[in-house]
């Protein structure tokens, strides 16, 4: 049994893509939303307190809060109940349950990594802010038109030549801080942009696109993962009272990228304060799907030099124990 949202309480809503730009989400039943914007190099920290609760459904620029107040187990990649779940469904073009829907669509073909490439679709109007969040590194449109004809498209190419919808944010982590140089991804994406138009059966309905590489390199800040990318942790998930902190580098996706200064027993502790000596530092990985829906405070002063207190696995999905 969940308890209601507090009036003056403000719920995290996890990473939002605004304006190419990293930020923290917030959500307060009956005021809205707002927005934290992110900054590499900024220092974070934060406490989680109380439990994890579903943060209701979100139509267009509108949540509505859920009416139990809901508690979500700690892991789950969404912060929703079952019913409130249910609901996002019933109208959902991921879920095919809005075939009526007449805005224009785009088709995509997004590089996350060496031979990791899929398609899909987003509403024309949303431009490259799917592409953001999903954590794409490159990307190129194949086509527009209706929604329908670009499901085609989609299914048609993901048949004839492979392309998968989906893949696993697993995968797009360990690619990340290992990713060859920039022509090597444009080059990858050419060839699957020409292999996907030249294919036929395509709806004369979706306009083929041009093939224009675009670069999230710079939006991301891949530059600062450095060589921590390749061993760092990620956090599992949140508990009451856990603690994250560090120096923020890099953000893909859901994922922000930390620095934590490592302490003598090679556990990772967190201080508020400049950037661990050069070879010192550890990389935290933080899923911020998993944030949602927990209430945060910032972690100053003893609690945020007491380092990462939250359960952690290796980078590939290996167990870790609490930092």
Same mark, same amino acid.
């Given at each position: 049994?969940?308890?209601?949202?507090?009036?003056?309480?403000?719920?995290?809503?996890?990473?939002?893509?605004?304006?190419?730009?990293?930020?923290?989400?917030?959500?307060?039943?009956?005021?809205?939303?707002?927005?934290?914007?992110?900054?590499?190099?900024?220092?974070?920290?934060?406490?989680?307190?109380?439990?994890?609760?579903?943060?209701?459904?979100?139509?267009?620029?509108?949540?509505?809060?859920?009416?139990?107040?809901?508690?979500?187990?700690?892991?789950?990649?969404?912060?929703?109940?079952?019913?409130?779940?249910?609901?996002?469904?019933?109208?959902?073009?991921?879920?095919?349950?809005?075939?009526?829907?007449?805005?224009?669509?785009?088709?995509?073909?997004?590089?996350?990594?060496?031979?990791?490439?899929?398609?899909?679709?987003?509403?024309?109007?949303?431009?490259?802010?799917?592409?953001?969040?999903?954590?794409?590194?490159?990307?190129?449109?194949?086509?527009?038109?209706?929604?329908?004809?670009?499901?085609?498209?989609?299914?048609?190419?993901?048949?004839?030549?492979?392309?998968?919808?989906?893949?696993?944010?697993?995968?797009?982590?360990?690619?990340?801080?290992?990713?060859?140089?920039?022509?090597?991804?444009?080059?990858?994406?050419?060839?699957?942009?020409?292999?996907?138009?030249?294919?036929?059966?395509?709806?004369?309905?979706?306009?083929?696109?041009?093939?224009?590489?675009?670069?999230?390199?710079?939006?991301?800040?891949?530059?600062?993962?450095?060589?921590?990318?390749?061993?760092?942790?990620?956090?599992?998930?949140?508990?009451?009272?856990?603690?994250?902190?560090?120096?923020?580098?890099?953000?893909?996706?859901?994922? +922000?990228? %930390?620095?934590?200064?490592?302490?003598?027993?090679?556990? $990772?502790? =967190? &201080? /508020? #304060?400049?950037?661990? *000596?050069? !070879?010192?530092?550890?990389? +935290?990985? %933080?899923?911020?799907?998993?944030?949602?829906?927990?209430? $945060?405070? =910032? &972690? /100053? #002063?003893?609690?945020? *030099?007491? !380092?990462?207190?939250?359960?952690?696995?290796?980078?590939?999905?290996?167990?870790?124990?609490?930092?």
């Amino acid at each position: 049994m969940g308890t209601r949202m507090g009036p003056m309480a403000w719920w995290c809503t996890g990473v939002r893509w605004s304006g190419g730009a990293p930020a923290l989400g917030w959500f307060g039943d009956g005021r809205g939303e707002r927005e934290s914007p992110l900054a590499y190099g900024q220092q974070l920290g934060f406490v989680a307190r109380g439990g994890r609760r579903c943060l209701g459904v979100r139509r267009g620029r509108r949540r509505t809060a859920c009416p139990t107040g809901a508690a979500v187990p700690a892991r789950a990649s969404r912060a929703q109940c079952e019913e409130c779940a249910r609901i996002d469904r019933s109208y959902s073009v991921a879920a095919d349950t809005m075939a009526d829907d007449p805005r224009p669509y785009a088709v995509y073909l997004a590089y996350f990594g060496p031979g990791l490439v899929k398609i899909g679709i987003t509403a024309d109007e949303r431009g490259s802010a799917r592409l953001l969040e999903q954590g794409a590194v490159a990307f190129t449109w194949l086509g527009r038109g209706p929604l329908m004809a670009a499901r085609r498209v989609e299914e048609l190419v993901g048949v004839a030549l492979g392309v998968p919808d989906r893949i696993p944010y697993t995968q797009k982590r360990v690619v990340r801080g290992v990713l060859p140089p920039a022509a090597e991804w444009a080059a990858e994406l050419r060839a699957a942009h020409g292999r996907a138009t030249a294919l036929p059966g395509w709806p004369e309905s979706l306009d083929r696109a041009v093939c224009e590489v675009v670069d999230h390199a710079g939006e991301f800040g891949l530059a600062g993962l450095g060589h921590r990318a390749q061993t760092a942790s990620v956090v599992r998930e949140f508990v009451d009272g856990g603690v994250v902190a560090g120096r923020l580098v890099a953000a893909a996706g859901p994922d +922000l990228h %930390l620095v934590v200064a490592a302490g003598p027993d090679l556990h $990772l502790v =967190a &201080a /508020a #304060g400049p950037d661990p *000596a050069p !070879g010192t530092g550890r990389g +935290l990985i %933080l899923d911020t799907r998993l944030l949602a829906g927990w209430r $945060l405070e =910032a &972690a /100053a #002063g003893e609690t945020a *030099a007491g !380092g990462v207190t939250v359960p952690v696995a290796e980078l590939g999905g290996v167990q870790g124990g609490l930092f």
